[in-house]
């Protein structure tokens, strides 16, 4: 397979002009590539649909001209003032407190986040946001900007990028591909990237991420475009370098991008077109002066603000741990975090959308007392397209060696920032995968589709296999930033959300039909309480899951094969806020049918419900000798063990 772009080929052919072959090979690629590009231009029209839609179907419309409270916000007032800091002044409280970074006592001041440093309180975010998209949209008159928009024209920005950047090397190396396979690598990029995940709860966090995604695929392509196009122009590796710079200043971790600076000024230098020494040396430094300039700015600010060029905050974070005696960037962190970037498991459930992320699974190594991970699913579980990441060193061995190169320095580069994420804190978080899961996923698609077997039968194998990898891939994607980080569409628009859950009930009801039973499949409580061993959360119903009843309304969800009466029991404890005598009374609500029982401590909870076929949303509250306990998230019985049994059918 050949492994120049179509117009080397016509640069490179002979002094007589190329043959009437030639001609035709030239023709077919253009017209191939032409496919290839129309197919990923609509392919990025219906992401950027979908992703405008995830950033705003959680109750958050997008508003101009109207005032933003977000961080990103008040840092652009803050430099609008001529001032690094936030315009919100510290509370003399917080600063008299004998320590202001105790989470306990700074927890009522609602500046979570935020660094506090001498009287004044700064973002541990990077800057970039605001001189790149917050301040220019203030320019052209549009008022503060939403922050849900900036996510979304960050991700939908930077998957342009992606999408170019990957069809940049196909015509590189592969410029036979089809359009179909281009098509959906273009898929895997738009939907397994954890973007959409990113975008179900766009806030300063996600704006961050979302702003160096952007930059570093703008950096990728526009280094890679003065890299492997005809006229490698000079000013292509100025505006990559410059983009990947800007990228330090929204997410300091791809500071790590460095060592891929030299890398490319090094090659630079070697595909110089002409090869004077003077053509060479302006490309070296149109590489590496702009990402310099830029970093150097970044360290600027840091100083000014910290007194140090390589903090960013962290270290005075009013956050939920006291970052005075919780140690930073410890080698006991990498291993976790590795194995949950990584291998942490997601969950199948009955409950749209089907495919959760379940509590941290539990890390066989051992981690730091002060490691406290969040939900996260292992991108081998999430996106198996990775695995053709194996089939780089095979590139090496063949004719395609330099594209094995492109595909490791990707991966090494998503590596080390896995590493280096990994190193600086004790947790890992799902919306960090982001960083570097879209480096890996290029890297997949182009091993996946150079991987060309010699034989029809296995050839057609590893398509149809790396095939079916990008489509549950992008299942999973898609589910996942349907349910976000803590379901913000379900918690606030439930209107839509139950509209968009009715299109899909006939999945769990064909499911519970074939099994011939009914399925507590999700109760609604942000207090659940997890099991310790996590082999006990039911693959499709709640399991082992420990809920507060508190005299507000849970919601349990249930999946009946048929109509009729079904004894809803489990067990239940008395907690610490209920009153120690008396009877605790259970409410149990179906439709407009409501049923009223005393509970029994000793037998647990058994109550007869008329269920309907398919799902049925079922209301519980609990009150004491009829009475509601003081406050209003008091809570009553802890209830564990939930099942549903049929009785009699009607």
């Not at 349910?483 to 913000?488: A, F, K």
């Given at each position: 397979?050949?492994?120049?772009?179509?117009?080397?080929?016509?640069?490179?052919?002979?002094?007589?002009?190329?043959?009437?072959?030639?001609?035709?090979?030239?023709?077919?690629?253009?017209?191939?590539?032409?496919?290839?590009?129309?197919?990923?231009?609509?392919?990025?029209?219906?992401?950027?649909?979908?992703?405008?839609?995830?950033?705003?179907?959680?109750?958050?419309?997008?508003?101009?001209?109207?005032?933003?409270?977000?961080?990103?916000?008040?840092?652009?007032?803050?430099?609008?003032?001529?001032?690094?800091?936030?315009?919100?002044?510290?509370?003399?409280?917080?600063?008299?407190?004998?320590?202001?970074?105790?989470?306990?006592?700074?927890?009522?001041?609602?500046?979570?986040?935020?660094?506090?440093?001498?009287?004044?309180?700064?973002?541990?975010?990077?800057?970039?946001?605001?001189?790149?998209?917050?301040?220019?949209?203030?320019?052209?008159?549009?008022?503060?900007?939403?922050?849900?928009?900036?996510?979304?024209?960050?991700?939908?920005?930077?998957?342009?990028?992606?999408?170019?950047?990957?069809?940049?090397?196909?015509?590189?190396?592969?410029?036979?591909?089809?359009?179909?396979?281009?098509?959906?690598?273009?898929?895997?990029?738009?939907?397994?990237?954890?973007?959409?995940?990113?975008?179900?709860?766009?806030?300063?966090?996600?704006?961050?991420?979302?702003?160096?995604?952007?930059?570093?695929?703008?950096?990728?392509?526009?280094?890679?475009?003065?890299?492997?196009?005809?006229?490698?122009?000079?000013l292509w590796l100025f505006v990559g370098s410059a983009s990947l710079g800007l990228a330090v200043g929204a997410r300091f971790e791809t500071l790590i991008f460095g060592v891929l600076i030299l890398?490319?000024?090094?090659?630079?230098?070697?595909?110089?077109?002409?090869?004077?020494?003077?053509?060479?040396?302006?490309?070296?430094?149109?590489?590496?002066?702009?990402?310099?300039?830029?970093?150097?700015?970044?360290?600027?600010?840091?100083?000014?603000?910290?007194?140090?060029?390589?903090?960013?905050?962290?270290?005075?974070?009013?956050?939920?741990?006291?970052?005075?005696?919780?140690?930073?960037?410890?080698?006991?962190?990498?291993?976790?975090?590795?194995?949950?970037?990584?291998?942490?498991?997601?969950?199948?459930?009955?409950?749209?959308?089907?495919?959760?992320?379940?509590?941290?699974?539990?890390?066989?190594?051992?981690?730091?007392?002060?490691?406290?991970?969040?939900?996260?699913?292992?991108?081998?579980?999430?996106?198996?397209?990775?695995?053709?990441?194996?089939?780089?060193?095979?590139?090496?061995?063949?004719?395609?060696?330099?594209?094995?190169?492109?595909?490791?320095?990707?991966?090494?580069?998503?590596?080390?920032?896995?590493?280096?994420?990994?190193?600086?804190?004790?947790?890992?978080?799902?919306?960090?995968?982001?960083?570097?899961?879209?480096?890996?996923?290029?890297?997949?698609?182009?091993?996946?589709?150079?991987?060309?077997?010699?034989?029809?039968?296995?050839?057609?194998?590893?398509?149809?296999?790396?095939?079916?990898?990008?489509?549950?891939?992008?299942?999973?994607?898609?589910?996942?930033?349907?349910?976000?980080?803590?379901?913000?569409?379900?918690?606030?628009?439930?209107?839509?959300?139950?509209?968009?859950?009715?299109?899909?009930?006939?999945?769990?009801?064909?499911?519970?039909?074939?099994?011939?039973?009914?399925?507590?499949?999700?109760?609604?409580?942000?207090?659940?309480?997890?099991?310790?061993?996590?082999?006990?959360?039911?693959?499709?119903?709640?399991?082992?899951?420990?809920?507060?009843?508190?005299?507000?309304?849970?919601?349990?969800?249930?999946?009946?094969?048929?109509?009729?009466?079904?004894?809803?029991?489990?067990?239940?404890?008395?907690?610490?806020?209920?009153?120690?005598?008396?009877?605790?009374?259970?409410?149990?609500?179906?439709?407009?049918?409501?049923?009223?029982?005393?509970?029994?401590?000793?037998?647990?909870?058994?109550?007869?419900?008329?269920?309907?076929?398919?799902?049925?949303?079922?209301?519980?509250?609990?009150?004491?000798?009829?009475?509601?306990?003081?406050?209003?998230?008091?809570?009553?019985?802890?209830?564990?063990?939930?099942?549903?049994?049929?009785?009699?059918?009607?």
């Amino acid at each position: 397979m050949t492994g120049v772009m179509i117009d080397e080929t016509l640069v490179e052919g002979s002094s007589n002009g190329p043959s009437t072959t030639e001609t035709r090979n030239v023709d077919a690629h253009r017209s191939r590539r032409r496919d290839r590009v129309l197919v990923l231009v609509l392919l990025w029209a219906l992401a950027s649909s979908f992703y405008i839609w995830t950033a705003t179907s959680s109750g958050n419309p997008i508003v101009f001209h109207t005032p933003q409270g977000d961080y990103y916000n008040q840092l652009a007032n803050g430099f609008l003032d001529g001032e690094l800091s936030i315009p919100t002044v510290p509370p003399l409280s917080l600063l008299e407190l004998r320590d202001p970074y105790n989470p306990v006592a700074n927890g009522s001041y609602g500046l979570h986040d935020l660094s506090l440093y001498h009287g004044h309180l700064y973002l541990s975010w990077g800057p970039t946001p605001v001189v790149t998209l917050f301040i220019p949209w203030r320019v052209l008159g549009l008022g503060p900007l939403a922050a849900n928009l900036a996510a979304f024209i960050y991700s939908a920005v930077g998957l342009a990028f992606a999408l170019a950047l990957l069809e940049l090397l196909i015509a590189r190396f592969l410029p036979l591909t089809r359009p179909l396979k281009i098509a959906l690598g273009g898929l895997a990029l738009a939907t397994s990237s954890v973007v959409p995940y990113l975008l179900r709860r766009p806030s300063v966090y996600e704006d961050s991420i979302s702003c160096s995604y952007c930059f570093v695929f703008g950096g990728l392509y526009f280094l890679a475009l003065g890299l492997f196009s005809v006229k490698r122009r000079t000013l292509w590796l100025f505006v990559g370098s410059a983009s990947l710079g800007l990228a330090v200043g929204a997410r300091f971790e791809t500071l790590i991008f460095g060592v891929l600076i030299l890398a490319v000024a090094w090659l630079a230098s070697r595909r110089s077109p002409g090869r004077t020494r003077a053509r060479r040396t302006r490309r070296i430094i149109a590489v590496i002066v702009p990402w310099s300039a830029c970093v150097l700015l970044v360290f600027a600010y840091n100083f000014a603000r910290f007194g140090n060029p390589l903090q960013i905050g962290s270290a005075y974070q009013l956050a939920g741990y006291d970052p005075t005696k919780t140690p930073l960037y410890q080698m006991s962190y990498v291993a976790p975090g590795l194995y949950y970037y990584f291998f942490a498991p997601i969950r199948f459930t009955l409950a749209f959308p089907f495919i959760a992320l379940p509590p941290p699974a539990f890390y066989p190594g051992g981690t730091p007392a002060v490691y406290a991970p969040e939900v996260a699913g292992g991108l081998l579980w999430t996106t198996p397209i990775l695995v053709m990441l194996f089939g780089a060193t095979w590139l090496l061995r063949r004719r395609l060696a330099e594209l094995g190169h492109v595909v490791l320095m990707l991966s090494i580069s998503a590596m080390a920032l896995v590493f280096l994420i990994s190193l600086g804190i004790f947790s890992v978080t799902m919306r960090y995968e982001t960083d570097f899961a879209s480096l890996l996923v290029v890297g997949a698609v182009l091993s996946w589709i150079a991987w060309r077997p010699s034989k029809r039968v296995a050839r057609f194998a590893v398509n149809v296999v790396g095939s079916l990898m990008i489509f549950y891939g992008a299942l999973v994607g898609v589910s996942l930033s349907v349910s976000g980080p803590s379901d913000q569409m379900q918690v606030s628009n439930i209107q839509g959300y139950q509209s968009l859950e009715s299109k899909f009930t006939f999945i769990p009801d064909l499911i519970t039909k074939i099994e011939g039973r009914a399925r507590v499949v999700r109760v609604i409580d942000p207090d659940v309480i997890y099991p310790a061993d996590l082999s006990d959360y039911g693959t499709y119903d709640v399991g082992s899951l420990r809920f507060t009843f508190l005299q507000d309304h849970e919601e349990i969800d249930i999946i009946a094969p048929d109509a009729g009466v079904y004894t809803l029991g489990s067990h239940v404890e008395r907690t610490a806020s209920a009153p120690e005598k008396g009877p605790v009374e259970i409410y149990i609500q179906v439709g407009k049918w409501i049923s009223r029982s005393v509970l029994s401590y000793e037998q647990g909870l058994s109550v007869r419900v008329n269920l309907r076929a398919g799902l049925n949303r079922v209301y519980a509250w609990v009150t004491f000798a009829g009475k509601q306990p003081a406050g209003a998230s008091a809570d009553i019985v802890n209830v564990y063990g939930l099942t549903v049994r049929r009785l009699v059918s009607r």
